[in-house]
């Protein structure tokens, strides 16, 4: 299994991004899918989940400025982050779990001026 993620970069405040992750050797369909977060210093943290029914939820931290999604058909799970603060800063993992539970190697997110 192998979950690949792109998008990451440096952003100003209140800037966008979009993160993808691509998921390869697993049946994607079947898998709840989430993105994580971990700042320096910090404990790494549930931004987003996306479940295999399409259900989301997220961190009271980013909701309203994140939304998750996901293609099945392109085995992928997306990221739309919006209004970005420095506090958002951080490197990214994509997280695919079912009876198994898979990790990204993680993509970076700067904001900053």
């Known amino acids: 299994v192998q979950l690949v993620e792109s998008g990451g970069g440096l952003v100003q405040p209140g800037g966008s991004l979009r993160l993808s992750c691509g998921a390869a050797?697993?049946?994607?369909?079947?898998?709840?899918m989430a993105w994580y977060r971990q700042a320096p210093g910090k404990q790494r943290e549930l931004v987003a989940v996306i479940s295999r029914d399409r259900n989301t939820n997220y961190a009271d931290s980013v909701k309203g400025r994140f939304t998750i999604s996901r293609d099945n058909a392109k085995n992928s799970v997306y990221l739309q982050m919006n209004s970005l603060k420095p506090e958002d800063t951080a490197v990214y993992y994509c997280?695919?779990?079912?009876?198994?539970?898979?990790w990204g190697q993680g993509t970076q997110v700067t904001v900053s001026s």
């Open positions: 997280n695919a779990k079912f009876i198994n539970e898979f």
């Open positions: 050797g697993m049946t994607f369909n079947i898998y709840n």
